[in-house]
């Protein structure tokens, strides 16, 4: 899936030549494929299919709403979760180009990966509701950091507010906190306000979003593709994005009945750009040397932890296999 996703983000225009690649002449595919017909064809087309096809229709929730704090084993179950999703999210939010989406897909990949029981991942487990959420929280402070100590923007959306402070006047960097302490101090301020409203209006609302989950399910998936059709056409005004989005609810669907995880697929399209520009940069500088990669120390660690988690991978399905090979012999 990791790979797929390498690949759909590799469609549309070369950086250097500026030649168009993997588009088959369709002169949409120029500018790439969009993340959001990938997201909605892969998670929110693909779920409708899926439904589609059941028999029975569940009846989420009948009973009154009671309970909504968390329980002591709730606390106890999502602890480490959160702990680790906010780890992840701080230092992704700090990278370039990271935020709250690749972190909410890397916390839910690394809490099913540690958990005992990764086939609740879906139907309501704690962990990959905490991790992610977490990680998504810690991403938005994290990538408040370099805006504010160095003025350096890191995803679109704290570049939106980078420019809203150059035209009040107020250059973020270095001299912020001395310069300007009252907007840096209520920055900071904000954050907890907003967190603690957040609170405040959730939990009374719960009621409010329950009451969404009990539309017969004839009504609310016309609304899903309604939702999902417009979501594709507005980014762009192109119907090729709508074609892509139900491509990819085809996929989606696909991957499900085969139990494929879509979760790594989408992260690797938004890493994927990155990547390769990074990779072109170092070629540049190394003239081509691939050794590059290799005679810097910190390069050389982070090549090696990938290649111990693509091992880590590879050895419960030797283990497997193996198991399998000496069920057949003993059969024989």
């Known amino acids: 899936m990791a790979g797929l996703g390498i690949f759909l983000s590799l469609i549309g225009q070369d950086l250097n030549s500026g030649m168009p690649r993997f588009t088959f002449g369709l002169q949409g595919l120029v500018d790439g494929v969009g ?94 509701v905490a991790g992610p959420e977490s990680a998504n929280n810690a991403a938005a402070g994290g990538a408040f950091i370099p805006l504010l100590s160095l003025g350096i923007p890191m995803n679109a959306t704290v570049a939106l507010l980078f420019a809203a402070l150059l035209i009040h006047g107020v250059r973020p960097g270095p001299l912020l906190i001395s310069e300007h302490p009252e907007i840096f101090w209520g920055i900071v301020a904000s954050m907890y306000i907003g967190n603690i409203m957040l609170l405040v209006l959730n939990l009374p609302l719960i009621g409010v979003w329950v009451k969404v989950l009990k539309i017969p399910y004839r009504i609310i998936f016309p609304l899903i ?69 290799f005679n810097r120390p910190l390069s050389a660690i982070c090549l090696g932890i990938a290649a111990v988690l693509l091992l880590t991978n590879l050895i419960p399905f ?7 090979l000496e069920e057949i012999q003993i059969k024989e």
């Open 35 to 128: 993340l959001v017909p990938l997201v909605m064809g892969l998670f929110g087309i693909s779920e409708v299919l899926t439904e589609l096809e059941k028999d029975e229709r569940v009846e989420v929730i009948k009973t009154k709403i009671t309970n909504l704090l968390p329980t002591r084993e709730d606390w106890r179950q999502s602890t480490w979760p959160i702990i680790r999703g906010s780890v992840l999210g701080f230092f992704l939010g700090i990278i370039p180009g990271g935020g709250g989406i690749i972190a909410n897909f890397m916390s839910y990949i690394m809490e099913k990966r540690l958990s005992k029981h990764p086939e609740r991942f879906g139907k309501g487990e704690i962990a990959g």
């Open 225 to 293: 593709l309604l939702f999902c059709i417009i979501g594709a056409y507005a980014i762009s005004l192109s119907t090729l994005d709508l074609k892509l989005m139900f491509g990819f609810g085809i996929l989606g669907y696909l991957m499900r009945k085969f139990d494929f995880d879509p979760a790594p697929l989408c992260l690797a399209f938004i890493l994927g750009p990155l990547m390769e520009v990074s990779m072109r940069q170092a070629l540049i500088l190394s003239q081509g040397s691939f050794m590059i990669f």
């Open 318 to 324: 030797m283990k497997q296999r193996r198991k399998k």
